[in-house]
């Protein structure tokens, strides 16, 4: 494997090898100095010889570019060589936020991976973590619930945090760029281009001598600018969840850059180079139950956050689950598109003991056979006859849909004997 190797040509950005979390720096550099010491006005960001590419430093570099362009200053993406990489800038947006003329939007709809989104106001913050918390659902199997919601509060706080105290110009980016289905582990970042955390924390703590040390005060409990805003909780809930399942967890932000990870533990620091707003990342394995919801205590009190199975599929008399399939789905034609609804269900099955889950058939006429294997079939065959029976129930289901699932649970059926 090569190098990494991070150069600038005149207005040429050069990445070469690949470029990981601790090459962040590199990229911006470079383009701070042609901008501001070589007075360019249009740049070009050359990843034709990069061979990796990871969510941090990319989103990063994308959240500096979006703020870069508002400013006059144009940028132009060559992409890998590699036609895998290629396709990884493409899928995850990466192309379209460094050069949205050539690079449209991803169209990427895979449910284990969300591509970077832009939110720049609440309703957007709010459709982003839904999707994302959704994706989670259906992706990772044997989810506890209070640890499902811990997650979910995460990542709400820290989205939230750039717009409420970032002054971000072009808001914010989020991405999840990895599961990892056998340790149940998942990365997320946030990214801004904003004033900074040090900046904001120093309206109300003139004493932080230094960014790094900002930083260091940001993940204590209750820390923050203005109580009648919010309570200082979102970085020291984040970090204790980190922590307490064997994660990772980075903070960099004007001069200050804080990480944590099992091995080295925490550690805070002060860097020659300032980053321009505030890049969270992200690594929480919740493969032992438990672990995020004993994490998630303010007060000495654990936290019991409002989760998106209440808001989005328990019935007002919370004694119902109600899942209706037309908004599960884009598709009911093959056996991939059924695969993360019966995550799904499998999930709400489990993590809902005392509640009846309603599938609401409403506006499907007609599923295919390996559809309805994918989700029933299997489903069937997982929890047992006894099980599914006492806790699913269909709704407005037509007799040709019906026909379907029944044969496909009555195949299983004989296969399992």
């Not at 998942?186 to 900046?199: K, N, Q, R, S």
């Not at 204790?240 to 805070?268: A, P």
């Not at 394995?285 to 956050?305: I, N, T, V």
């Not at 003991?353 to 069937?380: H, N």
């Amino acid at each position: 494997m090569l190098d990494t190797n991070i150069t600038r040509d005149a207005n040429r950005v050069i990445v070469q090898g690949p470029l990981g979390i601790a090459d962040l720096y590199g990229p911006l550099v470079c383009v701070h100095k042609a901008i501001n010491e070589a007075g360019y006005k249009d740049l070009l960001l050359d990843f034709s010889k990069c061979t990796a590419a990871f969510s941090a430093p990319m989103l990063a570099l994308c959240c500096q570019v979006t703020n870069l362009r508002i400013s006059g200053i144009d940028f132009e993406l060559i992409l890998p060589a590699d036609t895998r990489l290629t396709r990884l800038f493409q899928n995850a947006n990466w192309a379209h936020y460094l050069d949205p003329y050539k690079n449209d939007l991803s169209s990427f709809r895979g449910y284990t991976q969300i591509p970077a989104t832009k939110f720049r106001s609440p309703d957007e913050q709010n459709r982003a973590v839904n999707r994302i918390v959704n994706s989670i659902l259906g992706a990772i199997p044997d989810i506890e619930r209070p640890d499902f919601a811990a997650l979910e509060w995460s990542i709400n706080e820290i989205t939230d945090n750039v717009l409420t105290h970032s002054e971000s110009n072009v808001g914010g980016l989020v991405q999840v760029s990895t599961f990892q289905k056998a340790r149940k582990r998942l990365e997320y970042i946030v990214a801004d281009a904003g004033v900074g955390i040090p900046t904001t924390l120093r309206a109300t703590h003139p004493n932080l001598r230094t960014d790094a040390e900002a930083l260091d005060r940001a993940i204590r409990e209750g820390v923050t600018r203005d109580k009648s805003i919010g309570q200082g909780n979102g970085l020291f809930g984040s970090y204790q969840i980190c922590s307490h399942s064997r994660g990772f967890f980075q903070v960099v932000s004007g001069y200050g850059k804080l990480v944590y990870s099992e091995r080295n533990g925490l550690h805070v620091s002060t860097e020659k180079v300032p980053y321009a707003g505030t890049l969270v990342a992200a690594t929480i394995d919740f493969s032992q139950p438990h672990l995020l919801e004993q994490a998630l205590q303010f007060g000495g009190k654990l936290h019991a956050p409002v989760d998106f199975i209440e808001t989005h599929y328990e019935a007002e008399d919370a004694e119902r689950i109600v899942f209706v399939i037309k908004d599960e789905a884009t598709s009911f034609g093959s056996r991939p598109a059924g695969t993360p609804l019966r995550t799904k269900l499998g999930n709400l099955a489990q993590m809902c003991p005392g509640q009846r889950i309603y599938i609401d058939f409403s506006d499907i006429a007609l599923i295919s056979s390996s559809f309805a294997d994918e989700v029933f079939g299997k489903l069937f065959a997982e929890l047992g006859a006894l099980s599914f029976m006492q806790r699913f129930e269909f709704m407005n289901v037509s007799q040709t849909v019906r026909q379907l699932v029944d044969r496909a649970i009555a195949q299983r059926m004989a296969v399992t004997g």
